[in-house]
């Protein structure tokens, strides 16, 4: 079964960090660009970072940079996004998804099942 698996379930203060992991089962990521999304209560689905298969390549949602880092690790199978500086407009259900291409310029093939984080004191 293909599946992508995210962990990383968290209530963390404001200020604080938190790192999610996404894990694919069933199949190799390596050809795959991975990005990362978030939904939040009332909102639509946005974008919040993506990484090419390679690694060379990212981009981020403007209101995380400079305190969100996408990585992988291929030999693992697995995409990391370290979120430090968490604000409580953060607080989403956050969602790995596989695109379709080797850039971040394709369709998202899979979805994970997504991870809640709430950003509160």
């Known amino acids: 079964q293909l599946q992508l698996v995210e962990s990383g379930v968290g209530l963390v203060q404001p200020g604080g960090s938190l790192r999610l992991s996404c894990a694919a089962s069933?199949?190799?990521?390596?050809?795959?660009?991975i990005g990362w999304f978030r939904q939040a209560p009332g909102k639509e689905r946005e974008g919040v970072s993506c990484i090419s298969s390679s690694g060379g390549s990212t981009n981020y949602l403007d209101s995380v940079k400079g305190r969100f880092t996408i990585s992988r690790d291929n030999a693992k199978n697995t995409v990391y996004l370290q979120m430090n500086s968490l604000k409580p407009e953060d607080t989403a259900v956050y969602y790995c998804?596989?695109?379709?291409?080797?850039?971040?310029?394709?369709?998202?093939?899979?979805w994970g099942q997504g991870t809640q984080v709430t950003v509160s004191s």
């Open positions: 998804a596989a695109l379709n291409h080797e850039d971040c310029s394709g369709f998202v093939e899979y």
């Open positions: 069933g199949f190799s990521l390596d050809y795959y660009a």
